[in-house]
């Protein structure tokens, strides 16, 4: 039997594969292109293992049939994950190196998802994006031919431009990663950035030295010496990652992380949007976490310049913030106590308050 793939046409398809990388929202037309060349129904790209519903491309005709999938639960039993150990041996599997013939025909997965859609057979090319094994899955409908031998070896072709457009998008997220991560690490701001899977993709130096016996990282994941503190992060992290709503309790209520003899630390986790495909991304979350035995320092330099303050005006100002009355003022910088007392009218003044909390409150918002 003639094969119904194009290879002209499918030439042309793959250059897309390229520029899909570069202007991820080419992606669509892409396999779309793909699709007409491979005699197919419709094309998607999905996680071999650990499919989550924002993570996935298809063209547009299977986007009802992907609400079902995710919907219904078919993505935890599809029969056709039975042939990843042959699409990781050899690159690619065809329907008949998994499914018989009565298979197609008596299989929940066939019978009662597929056929619902009128689609049946398929094939899955396997490639990489970092440590994630991906497929590019070819669909077929219930009257079309299945794949066979000849066309397996013509889209096994394919596997070494999937595996570079997926590497190229994955790079330049991480550039962009680390130059989040620098700007986290100027502005004092401890960070760590997860992949889909929860686990740590990079974090900044900042966020490194607060690791220590009670906070620290095994096997890629952040944990705490409490178990049930990290079991809160998980979920923290699990519902932020499913994009739940930002009113869940999971995904508004931050996680504290407690240690001995130092004030604990607080995570708060946000995922990271911008690209249309999430199973291509170096990481999918950021979490910020503060540090509450830091004291936030004010800086002198700015508030004498947004308040026309004395260097010891902006010394007392200082004081103040951190916590010592206008009497211990006195005793730090050897003043007598109405001197003292003075320099904080003079704040008062100069800051357009009314009484000392008002100043403290306004001076709280200036800080490095």
Same mark, same amino acid.
């Given at each position: 039997?003639?094969?119904?793939?194009?290879?002209?046409?499918?030439?042309?398809?793959?250059?897309?594969?390229?520029?899909?990388?570069?202007?991820?929202?080419?992606?669509?037309?892409?396999?779309?292109?793909?699709? %007409?060349?491979t005699g197919s129904a419709g094309a998607?790209?999905?996680?071999?293992?650990?499919?989550? +519903?924002?993570?996935?491309?298809?063209?547009?005709?299977?986007?009802e049939a992907f609400g079902v999938y995710?919907?219904?639960?078919?993505?935890?039993?599809?029969?056709?994950?039975?042939?990843?150990?042959?699409?990781?041996? $050899?690159?690619?599997?065809?329907?008949?190196?998994?499914?018989?013939?009565?298979?197609?025909?008596?299989?929940?997965?066939?019978?009662?998802?597929?056929?619902?859609?009128?689609?049946?057979?398929?094939?899955?090319?396997?490639?990489?994006?970092?440590?994630?094994?991906?497929?590019?899955?070819?669909?077929?409908?219930?009257?079309?031919?299945?794949?066979?031998?000849?066309?397996?070896?013509?889209?096994?072709?394919?596997?070494?431009?999937?595996?570079? *457009?997926?590497?190229?998008?994955?790079?330049?997220?991480?550039?962009?990663?680390?130059?989040? +991560?620098?700007?986290?690490?100027?502005?004092?701001?401890?960070?760590?950035?997860?992949?889909?899977?929860?686990?740590?993709?990079?974090?900044?130096?900042?966020?490194?030295?607060?690791?220590?016996?009670?906070?620290?990282?095994?096997? @890629?994941?952040?944990?705490?010496?409490?178990?049930?503190?990290?079991?809160?992060?998980?979920?923290?992290?699990?519902?932020?990652?499913?994009?739940?709503?930002?009113?869940?309790?999971?995904?508004?209520?931050?996680?504290?992380?407690?240690?001995?003899?130092?004030?604990?630390?607080?995570? %708060?986790?946000?995922?990271?949007?911008?690209?249309?495909?999430?199973?291509?991304?170096?990481?999918?979350?950021?979490?910020?976490?503060?540090?509450?035995?830091?004291?936030?320092?004010?800086?002198?330099?700015?508030?004498? @310049?947004?308040?026309?303050?004395?260097?010891?005006?902006?010394?007392?100002?200082?004081?103040?913030?951190?916590?010592?009355?206008? %009497?211990?003022?006195?005793?730090?910088?050897?003043?007598?106590?109405?001197?003292?007392?003075?320099?904080? $009218? $003079?704040?008062?003044?100069?800051?357009?308050?009314?009484?000392? *909390?008002?100043?403290? *409150?306004?001076? *709280?918002?200036?800080?490095?």
């Amino acid at each position: 039997m003639a094969t119904r793939i194009d290879i002209s046409e499918l030439e042309k398809a793959m250059d897309g594969l390229l520029e899909s990388a570069l202007a991820p929202e080419k992606w669509t037309g892409t396999l779309e292109a793909i699709s %007409r060349a491979t005699g197919s129904a419709g094309a998607h790209i999905l996680p071999a293992v650990g499919k989550f +519903s924002p993570g996935f491309l298809t063209t547009p005709n299977l986007l009802e049939a992907f609400g079902v999938y995710f919907a219904e639960g078919w993505y935890k039993r599809d029969f056709r994950e039975r042939g990843l150990p042959v699409a990781l041996a $050899k690159g690619i599997i065809i329907e008949h190196d998994i499914a018989s013939e009565e298979e197609f025909r008596r299989h929940e997965f066939y019978t009662e998802f597929l056929a619902r859609f009128g689609l049946r057979y398929s094939a899955m090319i396997a490639f990489t994006s970092g440590d994630t094994l991906l497929t590019l899955n070819l669909q077929r409908r219930i009257d079309d031919p299945p794949f066979d031998r000849e066309e397996e070896r013509i889209l096994l072709s394919m596997q070494s431009k999937l595996t570079a *457009s997926a590497e190229i998008i994955r790079s330049l997220q991480a550039a962009k990663i680390d130059g989040m +991560s620098e700007a986290f690490e100027l502005s004092g701001t401890a960070a760590v950035f997860f992949d889909r899977t929860g686990h740590v993709s990079h974090l900044n130096n900042r966020a490194e030295r607060l690791l220590n016996g009670d906070i620290r990282i095994v096997d @890629r994941e952040l944990v705490s010496a409490s178990q049930e503190e990290t079991g809160l992060l998980r979920r923290h992290l699990k519902a932020v990652l499913a994009g739940d709503p930002f009113l869940s309790p999971a995904v508004s209520t931050p996680v504290l992380f407690s240690r001995a003899g130092k004030a604990p630390l607080i995570i %708060r986790a946000q995922a990271l949007r911008g690209l249309p495909a999430d199973i291509f991304a170096h990481s999918r979350a950021v979490a910020i976490i503060t540090d509450l035995s830091e004291r936030a320092r004010t800086d002198g330099d700015l508030l004498r @310049r947004l308040f026309a303050l004395t260097p010891q005006e902006a010394t007392v100002a200082r004081l103040l913030m951190e916590g010592s009355s206008p %009497r211990e003022i006195a005793e730090i910088c050897g003043l007598s106590y109405e001197t003292a007392r003075g320099y904080v $009218k $003079k704040l008062l003044a100069k800051t357009g308050t009314q009484r000392q *909390s008002q100043l403290i *409150s306004l001076l *709280s918002a200036v800080k490095i």
